[in-house]
């Protein structure tokens, strides 16, 4: 599966505790990250600074469902599962 153009879901919905360019404590769940551009593109895509989630982050249909909105939804409801109590 390829990502959706100006999705962006993987990018706002998750937590990353890596250091990200421009969030040095890396980025909370819900926020949408310093480095997505106005259209939903990420500005380090293939740049070493990328965190290594990110990296190793690959669309399914699972995770993105049948558009953006969904893609959302269900990444907040998996960081909600996952976070600590």
């Known amino acids: 599966m390829q990502c959706r153009a100006g999705c962006a879901a993987c990018c706002i919905a998750p937590s990353i505790s890596s250091a990200i360019p421009g969030m040095p404590a890396g980025k909370p769940a819900g926020i949408r990250c310093v480095q ?3 259209e939903g593109r990420c500005r380090i895509f293939d740049r070493p ?3 290594a989630v990110c990296s190793s982050l690959r669309p399914s249909s699972e995770m993105c469902g049948q558009n953006a909105g969904e893609a959302l939804q269900r990444l907040q409801q998996w960081e ?3 976070a600590p109590a």
Do not use: S
């Open 36 to 38: 997505l551009t106005p």
């Open 49 to 51: 600074e990328r965190p």
């Open 80 to 82: 909600q599962q996952t």
